[in-house]
């Protein structure tokens, strides 16, 4: 078995249309993502999100609430700014809603997921015996909240952790930077 990222052209209907004329500079930017991924089987992946964010100074925005599209089954079992967990508010589109701060700040939240039951073919799901993940387009916001714009590029780090036993092979794409068998 094996955990691999994999990309797959999705079409998403969707109501609205973006114009270039009304673009607007997202009120945050996002400069560090870091995933935790613990793998207990098919059915229980634990995931943890520590996200960077940092007012954008471009934006005519500053200090708005700070909005994370999520979509799926699982609930976030927990979120928090600074380390001061915040109450889950979502907007009537189901962005969960946070407050801003001119400030830098960062966000983190966990959630459990279950791969097994996930048949949309985005986000993270089992394909045979191997687990994959398909973000592009909106895939992500299967697995954990982020403000989910083309516009908004970061560093990602990723950690992924599961038995060897079950899953001898994990894979994910950027450059490998510690490897550890227990």
Known sequence: T?????LRWVTVNTE???KLAEYQ????IIKNVQLFFEIIDFNEV?????LQVEPNPDSRKSSQDFIL???GNEPIQSISINGKTQEIKTNPEGQIVLPGSNKPFTVTATRTLNPSKNK???GLYQ???TLVTQNESIGFR?????????DISCTWTTTITAPNKEFPVVLATGDLKTKQQK
Not at 25 to 28: G, I, Q
Not at 142 to 150: C, L, V
């Open 142 to 150: 299967s697995i954990m909240p982020f403000p989910d714009r083309p």
């Open 46 to 50: 634990k995931v943890k999100e520590i």
């Open 120 to 122: 949309q073919g985005h």
């Open 2 to 6: 094996k955990l691999l990222k994999t």
């Open 16 to 18: 609205k249309t973006h």
């Open 25 to 28: 500079e997202p009120p945050y």
């Open 69 to 71: 599209d999520l979509t």
């Open 127 to 129: 394909s045979g015996d």
